[in-house]
């Protein structure tokens, strides 16, 4: 099956600066690759996704990026403020599959 | 909120004895999950249904006991479960399985004696 590897674990950055996430993953076939974020007491909720069919996509300050020939994923946000503190998650799945196999997260502190 | 809500959303129980959890979806949905998320491991899919049919089982023991009576209702019956089984259960709906955006529950915390 699919394996999903995330780093770094941990991630503290300072207001305004920028912070990165990277995924790797094992299966050639998976073709959807979403973010989560997960806050205090709550479950993830989905923050951006790319299919395989691009190379990068952007909302705002949160952008992901995805090499399908390295096999690897990243997440970038920028401008980094307190309220993005969090939990967050890769996924990747393949289409026609009922799994989102996931990352173990990073949680990310941003410092004011 | 995210449109699934989750009851309850805290549970102590014991090795001997038997509770349920219950999700319920308000988006219309077709397809519903439960994960388990336990510290520093990835979320693990226990069950799926579509369109109230279960279409996967990933090899979860059998004292987790899933039913889906409709499309908007997600139960998970417990019975007999070991302390290493405490984690927080999510549940979670989409349109349909695969390839959609996956809308999670805030969780049960569930803590096994």
């Known amino acids: 099956g699919e394996n999903v590897e995330q780093h770094p674990s941990t991630l503290s950055v300072q207001e305004g600066d920028s912070a990165v996430i990277k995924c790797t993953y094992s299966?050639?076939?998976?073709?959807?690759f979403p973010w989560y974020k997960q806050e205090l007491g709550k479950g993830p909720q989905l923050i951006i996704d790319?299919?395989?069919?691009?190379g990068e996509k952007k909302d705002q300050r949160i952008a992901v990026t995805l090499n399908k020939t390295a096999k690897h994923f990243s997440l970038h946000i920028t401008e980094t403020q307190p309220e993005d503190s969090a939990v967050y998650f890769c996924?990747?799945?393949?289409?026609?599959?009922?799994?989102?196999?996931f990352g173990t997260g990073t949680r990310l502190t941003v410092i004011p | 909120e995210t449109g699934v809500t989750q009851t309850p959303r805290h549970l102590v129980m014991g090795m001997t004895n038997k509770k349920s959890l219950k999700c319920e979806q308000h988006?219309?949905?077709?397809?519903m999950y439960w994960y388990k998320q336990s510290a520093k491991k990835p979320l693990e899919l226990m069950f799926v249904y579509n369109f109230k049919e279960q279409t996967e089982n990933n090899s979860v023991p059998s004292r987790f006991s899933p039913e889906c009576p409709n499309s908007s209702h997600l139960f998970l019956h417990l019975h007999t479960l070991q302390p290493e089984d405490s984690a927080l259960y999510l549940c979670a709906s989409s349109p349909r399985t695969s390839f959609y955006e996956q809308f999670f529950g805030p969780g049960t915390r569930l803590t096994v004696l």
């Open positions: 790319i299919r395989s069919n691009v």
């Open positions: 996924a990747a799945s393949i289409a026609g599959a009922n799994n989102l196999f």
């Open positions: 299966d050639s076939a998976s073709n959807y």
């Open positions: 988006l219309g949905h077709n397809a």
